[in-house]
């Protein structure tokens, strides 16, 4: 168990740059859909949300392999978890 604890931050620390990523991903959809200029949101965002988690994946790791696995466990939990609670467009609950 006292293996595991130095992981906890790492693993904490990649859910949170999996919400920044996929949630940044919702907003520029949304945005992209609505601008006259989609290319310039979608690459921009993509651009910049991708240094920021390559470079946040790279400040967690501190050359441990171990640190980037549970930092990648994270993210992917990150990325389960919005897809869950984020509503899709067009799949709204009918009522009873």
Known sequence: MTDLMPLIP?????????AFFFLGLY?????????PRPLL??????AARTLIV???FWAI??????????ALAGFIIARLA??????????EKACA
């Not at 790791?61 to 549970?70: E, H, R, Y």
Request: charge should be positive; proline fraction near 4%; hydrophobic fraction near 50%.
């Open 10 to 18: 790492a693993l904490i620390a990649g859910a949170l740059l999996g």
């Open 41 to 46: 949101w979608l690459a921009g965002s993509f």
């Open 61 to 70: 790791s501190g050359g441990d392999f171990k640190k980037i696995a549970a």
């Open 27 to 35: 907003y520029t959809t949304r945005k992209a859909l609505a601008s």
């Open 54 to 56: 390559v470079g946040g």
């Open 82 to 91: 919005v897809k869950i609670l984020v509503p899709r467009p067009g799949k």
